[in-house]
């Protein structure tokens, strides 16, 4: 290895940017990094509205040695679907509380255009479900009801909001496949209707059918961004069955199929 694949990334970030660099990332969380917004040659000269622009954003949590999210930089636009995927601990749901201003970057910036207009629904829905209802529910209220039935009313209640940015965190998890069509459904039309819905998932066949363009991160950074079906249909790790029996026939879906 050379010098410089010796340096953490964390010190990288410094140096690219004409800064000296702290010894320890506990001592860079003293001397934040503010770095101007700039919009991603790759995103420039679209036709739709930025909704959100993500500029060189870093973050590590406070017990991780390492940054969790590296030198990120990406746009999202309203009318489009985006989804973040990546293997667990790469990033997603660190990213979407970035996206959602619970989280502060350690470095770079989150510019966001309607600020107010902002729905963020976590993994766990319990609280949202209490607090977006308008009164006040222990748990015990909700028991009854399964994870799945919790899921889908959160996530049709955040996809039915009225916000202009829907941020959710692995929707249709735990649903059936006839409730995760309804969930999908809905976000496709949020989009059609010039909203910005971005969504974690760990399912190919999910991304494929319901998202415009997916994000892919690897251990915090990124590792493509385009068409969901370029993604789910580009390679043999994240993509569908129907892929993997028809391959190079962009057959990635049941739907492609009928």
């Given amino acids: 290895k050379g010098e410089r694949d010796l340096i953490p990334d964390f010190q990288k970030l410094y140096l690219s940017h004409g800064f000296s660099p702290p010894l320890t990332l506990k ?17 420039e000269g679209g036709q739709k509205e930025e909704a959100i622009r993500v500029s060189h954003l870093s973050f590590a949590w406070p017990s991780s040695p390492s940054l969790d999210i590296f030198d990120l930089s990406f ?6 679907s985006l989804a973040l995927v990546g293997e667990n601990g790469s990033g ?28 963020f629904l976590p993994q766990d829905p ?3 479900l209490a607090l977006e209802e308008g009164r006040s529910l222990g748990k015990e209220e909700l028991l009854p009801l399964s994870s799945g039935e ?36 809905k976000i496709r039309q949020r989009a059609q209707k010039g909203d910005l819905v971005i969504f974690s ?30 993604l789910v249909g580009g390679q043999t790790f994240f993509t569908t069955p129907f892929n993997r029996a028809f391959p190079q026939k962009n057959i990635l879906t049941l739907k492609d199929c009928l």
């Fill in 75 to 80: 746009s999202a636009f309203f009318g489009e």
């Fill in 150 to 185: 919790r899921q889908k009313k959160a996530d049709l209640l955040a996809l039915e909001s009225g916000k202009k940015v829907i941020l959710l965190d692995e929707p249709g998890q735990n649903l059936d496949s006839s409730a995760r069509m309804q969930v999908g459904e």
């Fill in 201 to 230: 998932t760990h399912d190919p066949a999910f991304c494929a059918s319901f998202a415009d363009r997916a994000l892919c991160l690897l251990k915090g950074k990124k590792a493509f961004l385009g068409s969901s079906r370029d």
């Fill in 92 to 119: 997603k749901s660190t990213l979407l509380s970035l996206l959602s201003g619970l989280k502060n970057p350690r470095f770079g910036r989150v510019w966001r255009r309607e600020k107010r207009e902002i729905f």
């Fill in 126 to 128: 319990l609280p949202l």
């Fill in 27 to 43: 001592d860079a969380s003293s001397l934040p990094l503010s770095l101007p917004p700039r919009l991603p040659k790759e995103e």
